[in-house]
């Protein structure tokens, strides 16, 4: 059973810093993409960022390149999203997401963590 679990999020005000984590279990990695997702009231859900979790190769939204980091810890079998210089834009529920290299659909998605920007 695929579980991957999100924690980090909370209420910041505008210019800090959060890091999200997104723990991974059930299965090997090693040949999946992981990526964040957000959602923010009355929105549709948009991409954030990506990983490739061998070989670390990461993608942006234009909108966070710059502020936001991707990594993945091998050991821990966690993806963190290291969230810098946020704006009240950036207010959004966020998800982790799987999907297998070369898959377009994300296939294993986690219940999502709040992050909330006050100006």
């Known amino acids: 059973q695929v579980q991957l679990v999100e924690s980090g999020g909370g209420l910041v005000q505008a210019g800090g810093s959060l890091r999200l984590s997104c723990a991974a279990s059930?299965?090997?990695?090693?040949?999946?993409?992981m990526g964040w997702f957000r959602q923010a009231p009355g929105k549709e859900r948009e991409f954030v960022a990506r990983?490739?979790?061998?070989?670390?190769?990461?993608y942006y939204a234009d909108s966070v390149k710059g502020r936001f980091t991707i990594s993945r810890d091998n050991v821990k079998n966690t993806v963190y999203l290291q969230m810098n210089s946020l704006k009240p834009e950036d207010t959004a529920v966020y998800y982790c997401?799987?999907?297998?290299?070369?898959?377009?659909?994300?296939?294993?998605w986690g219940q999502g963590t709040q992050v909330t920007v006050s100006s």
């Open positions: 997401a799987s999907r297998r290299v070369g898959a377009i659909e994300y296939d294993y």
């Open positions: 990983i490739i979790w061998s070989g670390g190769t990461t």
């Open positions: 059930g299965r090997t990695f090693s040949s999946y993409t």
